[in-house]
């Protein structure tokens, strides 16, 4: 038997449950029927089970670490992330999951039966980071201070979901519900959310509820979808010199253009109403200063909190494109036209949780446990598609201290990251059910 957890010991003092009590009152005798959920999260918490379980946890802190490092120092760059993935799985294998396998995304699975309870509780994180094939991403340690691209962004969150498959192991918990482990593919950039995509494109066979592993700290609870729409926009030409083909019509100009349509328009849109974004965040295309390019792109950024505000800012866009176009090919003196391909290349959906579901309010319940006033938020993770659906999900936090996501010098810092494995498992146990223990 594993030594209690001591945050929870030093948790459950009359003092604190009082502060608990007032946190989540009880309801009033008109309302007896509605579900506690914050007694709910305290009595689990409380349970011999997963007590033994959280002080597993704690004695994982060290395994933990070393888990860390092994898997940020196998690079997964988007739409590369097999050689992860099979270990991951190797990983959920060793560790106790029931059977284990790959789908056809790419997607590595783990499940653990429950008790046939009838529900399928998803809990991820993603196997991909954001940076490019060639990346060095050897592990540099400080103290507690681990330095390396994508050590925080998502490779903590893999290390979350296999600590929790293993604690739960360890301490004989079994659940009413099945539980899918599993690590996403496609979650960065371009990826466009193509794991997630996957799983949920067939709803009646995807998980009935969604927990994430993807952020920092324990606070926020990322119930909202934030949604984007992106495109690779080229305008092409025959190109030529800039002095012997003057007259051509001109691919940069056009784009030049575009982007002053564009943003003109977009301005107006985004002062007001919903909040919405746009970006263009990447420009290329020519050969020399004294050569007409043959072809000019951009890659352009879209996003809103409304559906309604994103589809009216991307009709925007696309009619600016199509202006610039023509315009410049009114001006051409020589030569055929220009033509302009819109390739959408990332389509992320948004959408509102539903406060009032179960699962966020477990989430709210479980973070208060560890003393943590959950904060509800808004951000693009994988939860999007299944928030977009209608289902009940939520990305939760990592824990530890971590900066500098998406930069060469990312790292994090293992200051109390035993607290978001505990929070995670408590949170997934009380989703799942935890089973009445057969003698």
């Known amino acids: 038997m594993h030594r209690p957890c001591s945050l929870l010991t030093h ?58 490092i092994e898997l940020t120092e196998i690079p997964a760059p988007p ?32 499940l653990r039966r429950g008790r046939g309870g009838g529900r399928t509780i998803g809990f991820g994180g993603h196997l ?27 490779t903590r969150g893999l290390v979350v979901l296999l600590a929790v498959l293993r604690a739960m192991e360890e301490a004989g918990i079994e659940t ?31 998980p009935d509820a969604w927990i994430e592993v ?21 305008f092409k030409g025959p190109g030529g010199h800039s002095w012997g083909a003057f007259g051509l019509a001109n691919p940069a100009h056009a784009m030049s253009r575009a982007v002053r349509h564009f943003q003109d328009v977009a301005d107006t849109l985004t002062r007001s109403g919903p909040r919405t974004s746009y970006n263009v965040g990447r420009i290329g295309g020519g050969t020399s200063v004294n050569a007409i390019p043959s072809e000019s792109w951009m890659e352009v950024d ?44 990332g389509d992320r959906p948004s959408g509102e949780g539903d406060r009032s579901a179960p699962l966020i309010r477990r989430a709210l319940a479980t973070t208060a446990v560890f003393g943590v006033q959950g904060q509800f938020a808004r951000s693009s993770t994988d939860s999007n ?11 939760i936090g990592r824990g530890g201290i971590g900066f500098g996501g998406h930069s060469l010098g990312e790292y994090w810092v293992n200051v109390g990251g035993h607290l978001a494995i505990q929070r995670a498992l408590l949170l997934l146990v009380a989703e799942a059910g935890l089973a009445e223990v057969i003698p």
Do not use: C
Request: aromatic content about 6%.
């Open 11 to 68: 948790l459950f003092t009359p003092i604190v449950a009082l502060s608990f009590v007032a946190m989540f009152p009880r309801p009033a005798t008109s309302q007896i029927a509605a579900p506690d959920y914050g007694l709910e999260a305290r009595e689990l918490a409380a349970h011999p089970l997963v007590r033994n379980a959280f002080g597993i946890v704690e004695d994982l802190d060290g395994w933990a670490l070393e888990l860390l």
């Open 79 to 110: 739409f590369m992330e097999e050689v992860r993935g099979r270990h991951f799985a190797e990983l959920l294998q060793e560790l106790g999951a029931d059977s284990v396998w790959t789908d056809a995304e790419g997607n590595v699975i783990g």
């Open 128 to 154: 991909d980071t954001v940076f490019p094939e060639g990346t060095d991403v050897t592990v540099r340690q400080r103290g507690d201070t681990l330095f390396a691209p994508g050590v925080g962004d998502d």
């Open 176 to 206: 009413n519900d099945d539980i899918r482990f599993v690590g996403v593919v496609g979650e960065e950039g371009l990826g466009d959310l193509r794991g997630m995509k996957h799983i949920y494109r067939d709803p009646g066979n995807a």
């Open 214 to 234: 993807d952020g920092g700290g324990l606070a926020g609870l990322v119930i909202d979808g934030l949604g984007s729409v992106r495109y690779r926009v080229t």
């Open 302 to 345: 879209m996003r809103s909190v409304s559906p309604e505000s994103l589809a009216r800012i991307e009709t925007v866009f696309l009619e600016a494109m199509d202006r610039a176009l023509a315009e410049e090919n009114a001006l051409r003196r020589d030569g055929p036209p220009l033509t302009v391909e819109k390739l959408k290349i």
């Open 385 to 395: 598609v299944p928030i977009a659906l209608g289902i009940p999900a939520v990305t």
